[in-house]
């Protein structure tokens, strides 16, 4: 393979040394030529990265932790034969592989996008006859003939152009069709200003060139950025990350606690050492929540909805939740921040300065003078000027479905638009002084001339061009009475220079009368006699919203910066309009290759705009940021942004304008091209992400209540308070189908006036596993205590068994209230009635849970028993009572300091200890002791009343019980002669879910 262009940089030496160096000549290669180099050189084709197979892929998907924990559930509850439960625990883990799967297949399309770039045939001159060929079959030294509207096949050194102009956007993020000159430059330019270079993929917006191809295939400029993009790591997102630290941290918990259940149990009581290896295997299985990756996964898919409807495609389900971490914005301007469409921004003549309002090239607007409307028909200076913008153009504006557009050049279709804003009736003009003759824009006299001519047979001559050629050529300008007088050309070159530091693009405008009876327009023509107009600034304007939007992300806490490849003036001017921090402290490429990897972080973080960018830079610039801990979002548009934005927490790619390569890149495609957007889907990602939080912090207590209701029984050598079947119902009615109703919980107040979240933090804080064991105990003492009441009452085990689920259920039922505000108060009409999902979800489970007690054939199949109005009276008093600490929990642990901060004003992130407590407060940790304490006490109290009660019986019945393995017979002889000797395996083992 060639070396690339970039490392001979043909564009710094002559089109006759680049023929030379490639030993060819202007009259092409011969076809036997051309064979013998495509067999050394290879086709003019991307190569395709080695892919692993399908079903690698999908077996990849299963190499988790978690994922581990819970296929050895799915086997150990395949041995215990309870196959509901195996059923449920593979169908999760299947599901999950399958959306994984699809996810990953759908990323590595990207260099297929970018391969899809290359144009399919090009005109080359073979044996000195012009011929089509495939692209493919393009080999370094061919000569090429492109014109409007051709795709470059390869990268080619210009040898001849004619009006040359290419749209490179898609490489440099240019908005502007870039001139072509064969002219060398010098070596060290970035890519964007190698004027006598054309680069495959990009394309001919205007005119005609020929070229000698210095690099094909993979050696070509954007054959660089894919191999870019196939080395670029993709990033884990950060609930991943902490998903996988929280399944290594269950894992070892669960291993912990069920060894301690298993020693405890054979040590202590004596128990069968068989039996309590099942028992706690079972435990293992029931602690695992199984339906939490469920949850998940369909409050992730929830949240993708809510964006599709605020024009944010989620491409990737985890990218959801990475918007809710996002601290940095880094965002190509043109097409992103900006339009992408150029309007005529100001225009300055004698009589003054002119201002345009509108956008794009949509030709509604008007023009501002000293900030006031200004009546176009009664200025006629403004006619004037106005008028050669519409006559001294070759551009067509359409407009379909209430969108505009031009076909021809970007610049003379905004010089139209600025002609209707100005009450210039095109059809009208072009009728009355209809065109006769023209000097076509060429790169070298820079400049057009039409000749028109009224139907009085009076000629005029129009002009407009770089302003400094005009300059040249005009002798005379108008002054305010529309005389002419002598051009004062240092005035006019300041306010060239006062346009172009505020990042317009300058165009000068003259005019002149023909000679009577001229047909013809000549060079000479235009040489003498012209009357300077004006000057005309032109700008791809920011997009309205973008402000708007950039200081919600300052209220928010992200910061924005703008990373692109146009002119630092340009992208200083954008900033300053967008509001953008520090916006005259540019870097270029070039500083930042003077720059190092340790220190471009720090400069990264204190530098908001950056201009003339490469691939390279760009992707430096987001690793840098990275590197400080920050989450980055990158957003692009062309080709060129594709690595950065895979190599981004989250790639954001423009929907209708942006290139194949880029949407395959992202995670997620604004289908609006709309930066606003991206806010309102970090306000998506954080909802998301907080009732995530919410659904975990309901979960897990409600598995520790039945958790703990195992080890308790055990602890105490009772019956178990719910059998394993039951625990499994509860689980089915309640994990799923009330965790679910969080996922459609509202916003919060001020969700956007929070600084985002830590990238490192964990999924449970301090505070949620006090919260977490806090419920559980309570949970724990509802379900027992009542247990143990309708057994001091007299009634059956399966009474009580009864009791036991229906209190759980509905201290799970109460717990969901509390749940659905972190720390607001959920007493309140807001908080019992103000969530359809959760009552529909509370509906459910009420019918779910009256057939479990009454229907005859649910009571044969989990042994339940009907309840008296007095024991529900009892489970609805337990529940409330649960409602009602926990919400006293949440008043003491509240804190002032996590109020949303008003707009402006800085937000300190809480971290260490005061992340629970804050600073000096002592109140809280005392009685959050006292809490614990409380909950101590009367788990003991608990427990001496079972032994005493036990011992009751013992000496009642004349029994002795004499060590840890007579006391489990008398149990056992007890337990018969009241009725309540079911399987001992199954009393014993814990829920199995």
Same mark, same amino acid.
């Given at each position: ?175 502007? =069709? ?84 298993? +020693? ?143 076909? !021809? ?107 009577? !009876? ?50 630092? +003036? ?12 520090? =916006? ?132 105490? !050598? ?276």
């Amino acid at each position: 393979m060639q070396p690339s262009a970039e490392g001979k940089e043909y564009w710094a030496i002559g089109a006759d040394a680049a023929l030379e160096r490639l030993g060819a000549t202007r009259l092409g290669l011969s076809e036997a030529e051309a064979e013998r180099r495509l067999a050394v050189h290879g086709p003019n084709s991307l190569p395709a990265g080695r892919r692993r197979s399908a079903l690698m892929r999908f077996a990849l998907q299963f190499h988790n932790v978690l994922i581990y924990v819970l296929l050895a559930a799915a086997f150990v509850t395949a041995l215990m034969q309870h196959w509901i439960d195996t059923a449920v625990i593979v169908a999760v883990v299947v599901i999950n592989a399958i959306i994984g799967f699809i996810q990953e297949g759908k990323a590595e399309e990207a260099m297929e996008a970018v391969r899809n770039m290359l144009s399919l045939h090009a005109t080359v001159i073979r044996d000195g006859k012009r011929v089509v060929v495939d692209a493919t079959d393009i080999a370094p030294g061919d000569i090429v003939y492109v014109q409007s509207g051709d795709k470059i096949p390869a990268d080619i050194r210009l040898i001849r152009v004619k009006s040359l102009k290419v749209q490179e956007s898609a490489l440099t993020g240019e908005s502007l =069709p870039v001139d072509k000159d064969p002219a060398p430059v010098m070596a060290d330019v970035p890519l964007g200003d190698r004027a006598p270079m054309a680069y495959s993929g990009t394309v001919v917006t205007y005119g005609q060139g020929t070229g000698v191809v210095v690099a094909t295939g993979a050696a070509t400029e954007i054959g660089r950025i894919n191999a870019m993009l196939s080395e670029v790591e993709t990033l884990s997102t950060p609930l991943l990350q902490r998903m996988d630290e929280f399944a290594r941290w269950l894992t070892v918990v669960i291993l912990v606690v069920c060894a301690a259940v298993f +020693a405890f149990g054979a040590l202590v009581w004596g128990f069968d050492v068989g039996d309590m290896f099942m028992a706690a295997v079972g435990l293992a299985v029931s602690a695992i929540p199984e339906g939490l990756p469920a949850i998940i996964t369909i409050t992730l898919a929830i949240g993708v909805e809510r964006m599709a409807r605020r024009k944010a495609i989620i491409r990737q389900l985890p990218a959801v939740e990475t918007l809710g971490a996002v601290s940095t914005i880094c965002s190509d301007k043109t097409g992103t921040l900006t339009l992408n469409e150029l309007i005529v921004r100001s225009i300055v003549i004698s009589g003054g300065t002119y201002d345009t309002t509108g956008s794009g090239y949509d030709p509604h607007g008007g023009f501002l003078r000293n900030g006031k409307d200004v009546v176009v028909g009664e200025d006629i200076h403004l006619t004037a000027a106005l008028r050669p913008l519409a006559l001294c153009n070759d551009a067509v504006l359409r407009e379909k479905d209430g969108v505009w557009s031009v076909e !021809g050049d970007p610049t003379e279709g905004a010089l139209l638009a600025a002609a209707v804003k100005g009450g210039v009736n095109l059809e009208k003009l072009a009728l009355e002084l209809p065109r006769t003759d023209e000097i076509p824009f060429e790169s070298q006299h820079r400049f057009m001339a039409t000749l028109h001519h009224d139907h009085d047979g009076a000629g005029y001559i129009f002009v407009k061009g770089a302003p400094e050629r005009l300059l040249e050529m005009c002798f005379w300008e108008q002054d305010v009475r529309g005389e002419q007088r002598p051009l004062d050309c240092a005035c006019w070159l300041d306010r060239i220079i006062e346009m172009a530091t505020r990042g317009q693009r300058v165009l000068a405008v003259a005019s002149k009368k023909a000679e009577e !009876g001229q047909q013809q327009l000549a060079f000479g023509d235009v040489e003498s006699g012209l009357v300077f107009v004006g000057l005309i600034g032109l700008i791809d304007p920011p997009r309205p919203e973008a402000v708007e939007a950039i200081r919600a992300c300052a209220t928010a806490g992200m910061s924005v910066k703008m990373i692109t490849g146009d002119h630092a +003036a340009t992208a200083m001017a954008i900033a300053r309009e967008l509001g953008l921090n520090r =916006p005259d402290s540019v870097l270029t490429g070039r500083d930042l290759d003077a720059i190092g990897d340790e220190a471009l972080g720090e400069v990264a973080s204190a530098t908001t705009v950056f201009a003339r960018t490469s691939p390279e830079h760009k992707l430096r610039l987001v690793q840098a940021l990275q590197k400080r801990g920050e989450v980055v979002a990158m957003t692009g548009d062309g080709v060129n942004d594709a690595p950065a934005l895979k190599r981004a927490d989250i790639g954001i790619a423009m929907g209708v304008k942006g290139t194949e390569a880029a949407k395959e890149a992202a995670e997620m495609v604004l289908a609006d091209d709309n930066f606003a957007s991206i806010v309102h889907a970090v306000h998506e990602g954080r909802v998301v992400y907080e009732n995530l939080k919410k659904t975990i912090l309901y979960i897990l207590p409600t598995n520790g209540g039945e958790g703990l209701t195992v080890i308790a029984a055990i602890a105490m !050598g009772e019956t178990l308070p719910v059998t394993p079947v039951q625990i499994l119902w509860v689980n089915l009615i309640t994990a799923v189908t009330l965790g679910l109703a969080l996922a459609f919980e509202p916003p919060t107040k001020g969700v956007m006036l929070r600084p985002p979240r830590p990238s490192g933090e964990p999924i449970l804080s301090r505070y949620f596993i006090w919260r977490i064991v806090f419920v559980s105990f309570l949970m724990l003492l509802a379900t027992f205590g009542l247990y143990e009441l309708e057994k001091a009452r007299g009634m059956g085990l399966d009474s009580a068994r009864t009791v036991a689920v229906n209190t759980l259920v509905a201290c799970e039922v109460a717990y969901l209230f509390n749940a659905r505000f972190l720390s607001e108060s959920s007493f309140s009409l807001k908080g019992l009635f103000g969530s359809r999902a959760v009552l529909i979800s509370v509906a459910i489970v009420v019918v779910l849970q009256a057939m479990f007690t009454y229907a005859p054939f649910m009571q044969a199949l989990f042994n339940t028993t009907p309840l008296d109005p007095e024991m529900w009276g009892h489970i609805a008093g337990a529940s409330v009572v649960l409602f009602l600490l926990v919400e006293v929990e949440k008043a003491i642990f509240r804190s002032p300091a996590k109020a949303p901060a008003p707009p402006g004003v800085p937000v300190a992130t809480a971290t260490g200890a005061a992340a629970v407590v804050a600073p000096g407060d002592w109140v809280r940790p005392v009685v959050a002791g006292l809490l614990g304490l409380l909950i101590i006490v009367v788990s003991g109290a608990f427990y001496l009343h079972t032994r005493v009660s036990l011992t009751r019986e013992e000496a009642s019945a004349g029994r002795t019980v004499v060590g840890g393995r007579r006391r489990r017979d008398a149990l056992l002889r007890r337990r018969r002669a009241s009725g309540e000797g079911r399987d001992m395996r199954d009393a014993r083992c814990a829920s199995v879910r």
